[in-house]
């Protein structure tokens, strides 16, 4: 495997690590930038982080939303080419609970009318971080006063750059490394092992469940699995995960071999508030994939690179891929994967998830039938 020689432990990317918590916390940092932001989301961002905003900006502030969360709030369409829309906010910032409104369509929609104005450069790496917090993307920003540092407001608030943000995720693939692996028999699969692998962020670890030994095969059968809390392991009727991750299991074990890489990426990377959160839209009327888009997020916000890096340290280089996802196919190779063969991977519906499986075929490209 690569060397995982520290990149994350240098200053630049521990900023990063640092600017997700704070974001966690609803604490601003500035953005630094050829016009440097200072920014937090909204999502967490209570009085006094909008207090700070307020005296450590200059210009107008604005509250960024990706185009499919602008069009609900503003009532009309908007450019879906743009990374974001900034919608003006009043000043002084002091109404919270709106900004968590304006950026949460499961909440009580009472909101202010906006008006537009133009979104700040560096607003993909705005939104970037609120991702990386597995939050909501929207982001109250403000161009930052010169000299905001030497300011005691602004003595404790974290800079991290634009290009660190946005480089961050393939940063992190880039360390992975394998921690503990252990033998642990299953139902359907006597011989298998637990890998797992952690980043040197610290942060969440991904499993791979081998069966028998794929990594002395040619090309074994490797199946992505996105950890799914409530259909993997509740039962959830509501999706086919569960079916899908036992079938992947118990076909290697007919087989003798094979790898399920369990990635920590539920909801397609948006996490798992984030897909209660669309599963309360979806109640309302929306498919998986405009519940999604509703809340600001992609289709699909997955980083294969974290994929490809564990089969790297596994010595696997050719496989045959369990999908039914043409899109899968083309993410895994573009990091590298040589993929000999697609291998369907179908269940029948159960009467619960009929609509969700046919908008994965229909919406998703998914070959189902």
């Known amino acids: 495997m690569r060397s995982v020689q520290a990149p994350l432990g240098t200053p630049r990317t521990r900023a990063v690590h640092r600017a997700i918590a704070d974001a966690r916390r609803g604490v601003p940092v500035v953005l630094a930038a050829r016009k440097p932001l200072i920014i937090a989301p909204a999502e967490t961002v209570g009085a006094e982080g909008l207090r700070l905003i307020d005296l450590l900006s200059t210009g107008p502030a604005s509250l960024l939303l990706a185009p499919s969360r602008a069009a609900a709030v503003l009532q009309h369409d908007v450019p879906e080419t743009a990374p974001a829309i900034a919608l003006e906010l009043a000043r002084p910032l002091i109404d919270a609970e709106t900004l968590k409104r304006a950026a949460d369509p499961t909440m009580e929609q009472i909101l202010p009318r906006f008006s537009t104005i133009e979104a700040p450069d560096e607003a993909a790496a705005a939104l970037a971080l609120g991702k990386l917090a597995r939050l909501l993307p929207a982001m109250v920003v403000a161009p930052v006063r010169p000299g905001w540092a030497t300011r005691r407001e602004g003595a404790d608030l974290l800079t991290v750059p634009a290009a660190d943000l946005l480089a961050y995720p393939l940063e992190l693939a ?138 790297e340290a596994l010595g696997i280089e050719k496989i045959r891929l369990l999908t039914n996802n043409p899109e899968k196919v083309e993410s895994l190779a573009a990091c590298g994967i040589k993929i000999v063969e697609r291998v369907p991977h179908q269940f029948e519906a159960n009467g619960v998830n009929d609509s969700y499986l046919e908008t994965k075929a229909r919406r998703f490209g998914h070959l189902l039938g």
């Open 174 to 311: 880039s360390t992975l490394m394998k921690v503990a692996e252990v033998s642990v028999p299953l139902d359907a699969a006597r011989d298998a092992r637990l890998v797992a692998f952690r980043a040197l962020d610290q942060g969440i670890e991904h499993m791979a469940i081998l069966v028998g030994t794929p990594e002395t095969q040619d090309a074994p059968l490797v199946r992505l699995h996105s950890e799914c809390f409530t259909g993997d392991l509740l039962g959830s009727l509501r999706c086919d995960c569960g079916p899908q991750l036992q079938g992947a299991i118990a076909r290697m074990g007919q087989e003798g071999n094979g790898a399920v890489l369990y990635l920590a990426q539920e909801g397609r990377g948006i996490g798992l508030i984030n897909k209660l959160r669309a599963y309360t839209l979806q109640d309302q009327g929306l498919d998986t994939l405009d519940a999604n888009r509703a809340l600001g997020w992609q289709a699909d916000e997955r980083n294969f690179h974290i994929a490809a890096a564990m089969l």
